[in-house]
């Protein structure tokens, strides 16, 4: 779980720095400032996507894990009533 928290903090600091950036370039008229800004967004935005689908891969194991838990400990329980 630590990995994805600094997954979702390095993915809101390329978005927030990325949205700054290209804030700027557009201000001074800096296209190479803004191109840069915009990529560092996306960059950003794609990580958190990533990290969210992550999180969702290990929400899904441990629902899976759960499951194989239950059908043990029923089939164990059966066996026991015989």
Do not use: P, W, Y
Request: aromatic share 2%; glycine share 10%; no cysteine.
């Amino acid at each position: 779980m630590m990995t994805n928290t600094k997954g979702k903090i390095e993915s809101t600091k390329d978005k927030f720095v990325g949205g700054v950036k290209e804030t700027v370039g557009k201000a001074t008229s800096n296209e190479e400032l803004e191109l840069k800004g915009k990529i560092q967004s996306e960059k950003g935005e794609l990580e958190g996507k990533a990290t969210a689908a992550g999180d969702k891969v290990d929400d899904l194991k441990e629902d899976i894990a759960g499951n194989i838990n239950d059908a043990i400990d029923h089939n164990e329980q059966n066996k026991a009533k015989r």
